[in-house]
């Protein structure tokens, strides 16, 4: 892929929207940590706010509606639904309980994830270029993951690990049911999330300020990076979206030692540097496999 090709119109166009979402999404932990309440509240604000938001992303990006858009999404909108409130309700723990550089080290690992598990599930022909990321990409986790386990941090780790097998399951479904409305299951996701915690939640505990900073992520940051991610797909491919999604780790562990002065262990460096190599490696040959 030579230069030209990269800074076409819907090539540079693609990558633009793309890298945009997932700079909008980075800043996710920082809401989170700054909400000031706990684990529960956090979840429940988060699932609030995207349930209020993610109709209005629909009524605005889908001709069909709200109401046809549901009714052609059918059952596995619900599935969908399920496995997004489990992915993003275990990310906001995970967020809480350790490193922001750890959470989004092992959340990278999800386009290879996925792959793995569309072998699996689907029966979809891997590339043989894939075994040697999926090998680095292990070894990179058990890296970051024993710094953890010296730094009580291994929960929020965990938690991650559940959350990229939520959201690589996730993509999985979207590949084998397209009919599904994504903003659609976001929505129906967060409305999930908040029935969930409010029996766990106690809103009038919260300060003006928690309720400001989870809006301003529910309604405005989260919802519109995930919409600019999922439109790159318009103009450039799914490996290619994924690239970028190894630029989230870079921003979020940027942004933790910007406003938190959180510097990864050792060990997450290390791990990290493996888990982002192999992942370029992977995504880039796919892109060119998909170029011949």
Do not use: C
Not at 3 to 19: D, R
Not at 67 to 83: D, F, I
Not at 89 to 97: A, D, I, L, P, Q
Request: charged share 10%; proline share 3%; no cysteine.
């Amino acid at each position: 892929m030579n230069i030209n090709t990269l800074f076409s119109n819907t090539q540079f166009l693609g990558l633009s929207t793309a890298i945009l979402g997932i700079l909008l999404m980075s800043f996710d932990p920082i809401f989170i940590r700054y909400a000031g309440v706990g684990g529960t509240d956090t979840v429940f604000l988060f699932g609030l706010f995207t349930a209020i938001s993610m109709p209005v992303f629909l009524a605005i990006t889908d001709k069909r509606g709200i109401y046809r858009a549901v009714k052609q999404s059918g059952w596995p909108l619900v599935v969908a639904s399920l496995l997004m409130l489990l992915g993003s309700s275990t990310f906001v723990v995970s967020v809480k309980h350790t490193t922001i550089a750890n959470t989004f080290l092992i959340l990278a690992t999800t386009p290879v994830i996925s792959a793995l598990f569309s072998w699996l599930i689907l029966r979809e022909k891997l590339n043989k270029d894939i075994w040697m990321p999926i090998t680095l990409l292990l070894f990179g986790v058990i890296i970051v993951a024993k710094g953890s386990l010296s730094s009580l941090n291994w929960f929020g780790d965990a938690m991650a690990l559940l959350s990229v097998t939520s959201l690589s399951l996730l993509f999985v479904l979207l590949r084998k049911y397209q009919q599904i409305s994504k903003i659609a299951a976001v929505g129906l996701a967060g409305m999930l999330i908040a029935l969930t915690m409010f029996y766990y939640a106690d809103p009038a505990s919260y300060t003006t300020n928690t309720w400001l900073i989870m809006a301003a992520m529910g309604l405005f940051t989260a919802p519109l990076g995930r919409v600019l991610s999922m439109m790159a797909t318009t103009y450039i491919s799914a490996a290619e979206v994924s690239m970028t999604l190894v630029l989230e780790a870079v921003f979020a562990t940027f942004w933790a030692y910007l406003f938190f002065q959180e510097i990864p262990s050792l060990d997450s460096i290390f791990g990290g540097m493996i888990i982002l190599l192999s992942l370029t490696i992977y995504i880039w040959r796919s892109i060119k496999s998909q170029k011949l």
